[in-house]
């Protein structure tokens, strides 16, 4: 039993031999014991990450505030748009 007790603490590294003892006595198979499962973690790509951002200071805003700055973003991006041109 202390044996269990000082891997399931962390404090020991078992053996292939006592990984072998352990799956025996549970009636698993040695691979049941290694085998980890997570879960998927979505990455946010850097775009998402920028867009959160701006939300979170839009969120403490007032109305006429977001619509101003909607306005004007728009305003620059099309201007972008328009007088961009791209290196040949």
């Given amino acids: 039993m202390e044996t269990i007790s000082r891997i399931e603490r962390g404090v020991s590294i078992p053996s292939l031999k006592t990984l072998e003892k352990i799956s025996r ?3 698993v198979h040695i691979k ?3 085998d980890f499962e997570y879960p998927a973690i979505k ?3 850097i775009k998402e990450k920028e867009n959160e951002k701006l939300f979170a200071f ?5 109305p006429a505030d977001i619509r101003m700055c909607y306005r004007i973003l728009k305003d620059i991006f099309d ?3 328009k007088n ?4 040949k």
């Fill in 32 to 34: 049941e014991l290694l």
């Fill in 43 to 45: 990455k946010s790509s």
């Fill in 25 to 27: 006595a549970l009636h």
């Fill in 58 to 62: 839009l969120r403490t805003r007032k």
């Fill in 84 to 87: 961009y041109q791209p290196k």
């Fill in 79 to 81: 201007q972008i748009e």
